[in-house]
Structures are given as C-alpha cells and as structure tokens.
C-alpha cells in the first residue's frame, strides 16, 4: 500500500543522500537497481557500475554523458557531459511517479524523444539548457514541437500524491538542477 511506497521512496532518498554525502553519483538510478526484501521492507541500490567519485577539485565538468537508462536521464545527463549529483536526484523523482500510477513517468523513445517527453509535462528546457541542444552534434538540425500547455505534474498526479508527495516529487524534477 501507500505506506509501502512511502518506505521504499525514503530509504532510496537516503541511500542516494549517503552516496551523495560520500561525494558519489550513481548515475544509474532505476527501478532495476533497486533490490527489495518485502519480508524486512527493505531496500538497496545496487550496481554501482556507473558510479563515479567527485573530486573536489574537479567540480563535475567532463563526465561521461552516456550513462543511465534514458527513461530516467536528467535533461542534462541527455544534452551534455556537465551535471551533478542532481541526475540522482532527477531519477528518484521518475521512479516515485512511476510507483505512483504504475506509468513510466517519462518514457523517451530516443534521447530527443526523451527531452520531448519532459517538456510535454514540465514545460519548456531552460534557455542554457536550449542552448546545449542547439550545439550538440547529436541533435543537428533538430528542433522540438511548439508545447503551449504543459501537462504538468500537478494534473498527471491528481488525487493520487498528498499534497507533501507532490511538492516532494516537484522538488526532485526541476528542469535547472
């Protein structure tokens, strides 16, 4: 039940927050990587494959930008090799909207597919974001259709997230990390 969901969605906020503290991005945050023991309600992240250290000197500039299954891939995992431990973050809150209605929140077909279907609920790509698209050669000549109306996040979960949830789930997907 509800309970549930909100026991497994805490211990995998502490789990990324334990990373993050120890300066580690796992960044490949997926409901796959989570193993659940139902008997102890207990939960772990697991393969660590992509896993990268921070070093404080290096800020997180010039990673490698394919990582991550692209369903729950932060805008900036998907135009540059320049993020943080936010694309944990940005993973998380994919997977506590797909435990909410049991939809992939997000379910790119494509990397530009993928950023299509983030705007279609969380509105248009910042402009430094628009910028990064303009200039990746992945995405030459690519433009995205006009999204007047957002979905948002607010409709999709109607009546399914207390109010906290969603202001939680809002928190976790922000187009600027």
């Not at 939809?103 to 597919?113: N, Q, T």
């Not at 910028?131 to 995205?144: A, I, S």
Request: charged share 30%; hydrophobic share 35%; with cysteine.
């Amino acid at each position: 039940g509800l309970d549930d969901v909100r026991c497994y969605l805490y211990q995998v906020f502490k789990a990324i927050e334990y990373c993050h503290r120890n300066n580690v991005i796992h960044r490949d945050i997926k409901p796959e990587n989570l193993l659940i023991n139902p008997k102890k309600k207990e939960l772990k992240i697991c393969d660590f494959g992509f896993a990268r250290v921070l070093s404080n000197k290096a800020g997180a500039g010039g990673l490698t930008d394919y990582v991550a299954t692209r369903w729950y891939r932060a805008p900036e995992l998907l135009l540059s090799n320049n993020y943080g431990k936010e694309v944990d973050i940005w993973a998380a809150g994919c997977i506590m909207g797909e435990i909410t209605d049991g939809e992939a929140l997000f379910p790119g077909e494509s990397e530009i597919d993928q950023l299509f279907c983030i705007q279609k609920i969380l509105g248009k790509l910042t402009n430094s974001q628009q910028e990064e698209f303009n200039k990746n050669p992945r995405f030459v000549g690519l433009k995205f259709p006009n999204i007047d109306k957002p979905e948002t996040l607010e409709r999709r979960y109607m009546g399914k997230l207390s109010p906290d949830a969603l202001k939680l789930l809002k928190g976790t997907l922000c187009l600027d990390p």
